[in-house]
């Protein structure tokens, strides 16, 4: 089962390098890691998509990723409401004639044209996963030439309650 696991870390030389080497170490494939300064530049926030056979490994990992000098916290949002968003980039095969074609699939999707070259088209589109998925399926019979993709990075949603509790603050006052 894929599981997507957020850590707040601190941002200094060798942290990344020391986490994958723990998910290595366990035998566990990360299929996408993101890593990025926080608001605090102190302090990066990584993104880890990993496989793993059932719960009671992913709590273990957790748990030790706790337990690593550099991690400040560490959670699994899978089963949380989540802002989840990746970047691809694509580069396809197109004439002058399929242009319009392609930009019409554009549209929909809210991706952008970054670069049009004599017979190439480079798009760029973000969203979720299936999003993305799906707008790179719909370009592929035209022949994908570049892809290149960031991985999903995410975070949670803002809770009812803060947002609840916040209104009736700015009310009393």
């Keep these: ?10 941002n200094s030389s060798g942290v990344l390098n020391r986490i994958t080497g723990l998910f290595a170490r366990r035998h566990y494939n990360i299929e996408s890691i993101t890593v ?6 102190a302090v990066s926030r990584m993104t880890f998509v990993v496989q793993v056979d059932n719960m009671d490994n992913i709590e273990q990992v957790t748990k030790q990723l706790n337990k690593q000098v550099d991690v400040l916290k560490v959670k699994d949002i899978t089963d949380e409401p989540i802002i ?18 392609v930009a019409a699939l554009v549209n929909p ?12 088209m480079t798009i760029q589109i973000t969203g979720d996963y299936q999003k993305v998925e799906t707008f790179i ?15 999903i990075t995410a975070f949670n949603r803002g809770s009812k309650k803060s947002t609840t509790e916040s209104s009736r603050l700015t009310l009393i006052h």
């Design 36 to 41: 990025g300064v926080t608001e605090n530049p």
């Design 84 to 101: 989840a968003r990746e970047l691809a980039l694509i580069k396809i095969i197109v004439t002058p004639q399929q242009r319009a074609e």
């Design 109 to 120: 999707f809210r991706a952008s044209i970054l670069d049009v070259g004599r017979e190439s």
């Design 1 to 10: 089962m894929k599981r997507t696991i957020t850590a707040l870390v601190n």
């Design 137 to 151: 399926d719909l370009l592929r019979p035209y022949g994908i030439r570049d892809l290149a993709r960031t991985g």
